[in-house]
Structures are given as structure tokens and as C-alpha cells.
Nanobody, 114 residues
Framework: QVQLVESGGGLVQPGGSLRLSCVTS????????MHWYRQAPGKERESVAT???????NYADSVKGRFTISRDNTKNTVYLQMNSLKPEDTAVYYC????????WGRGTQVTVSS
């Protein structure tokens, strides 16, 4: 059974930073692409960042230059470093893994507000 557990969300002022973490259970982490998604109230879930097994990354245009995705295969963990946060980054952030089907964590709330 694959489980994903996100943490690190919270309330931050515009311009601030947060680092999200997602721990994945099992021994499959190092061989799979990992994703961060987010869903703002009233909006569809959208892809934020992706990292493959070689460490190559891809970002949504809205977060390029501000967010950094990384992974530590020794800890089965994927991170999302978020800098220069804006109110429009407010959302629930989810990590995602595809292993025959979609696996999602429960999400962590990020609120950017003064």
C-alpha cells in the first residue's frame, strides 16, 4: 500500500517562504516520477512541479523562478521550496505518484496573506 504524507504548510506573508515535504511509504519512491499539485478554492487541481528519477524538473509557468522541487531518495521524500510567495499561491498542496493508478496525499494548506 502506497501512502503519501505532506507537511510544511501554514500561514505566511506575501514575499515569504515555506518548504513542503512529502514522505512516501514503501520502496518504490526512487524509481518513480513525483509531482506537486495544488488546488485553490473554486478552482481545478493544477500541476505545480515535477521531478523525475534523474532529478530533471519541470514547473508551471506561474511558479518558475520561485519554487524548487527536489527529492531525497534515501528518505523517500520529495520537497517543494516555495519562495517569494504571493496571495495567488494560496491553495491546498498535494503530492502525487502514479503507480498503476493515482496516489495522492491528503494535502497541506498554504495560505499567503498579510
Amino acid at each position: 500500500q502506497v501512502q503519501l504524507v505532506e507537511s510544511g504548510g501554514g500561514l505566511v506573508q506575501p514575499g515569504g517562504s515555506l518548504r513542503l515535504s512529502c514522505v512516501t511509504s514503501g520502496s518504490i519512491f526512487s524509481t518513480h516520477i513525483m509531482h506537486w499539485y495544488r488546488q485553490a478554492p473554486g478552482k481545478e487541481r493544477e500541476s505545480v512541479a515535477t521531478i523525475n528519477t534523474s532529478g530533471d524538473t519541470n514547473y508551471a509557468d506561474s511558479v518558475k523562478g520561485r519554487f524548487t522541487i527536489s527529492r531525497d531518495n534515501t528518505k523517500n521524500t520529495v520537497y517543494l521550496q516555495m519562495n517569494s510567495l504571493k496571495p495567488e499561491d494560496t491553495a491546498v498542496y498535494y503530492c502525487h505518484l502514479w503507480l498503476g493508478r493515482d496516489y495522492w496525499g491528503r494535502g497541506t494548506q498554504v495560505t499567503v496573506s498579510s
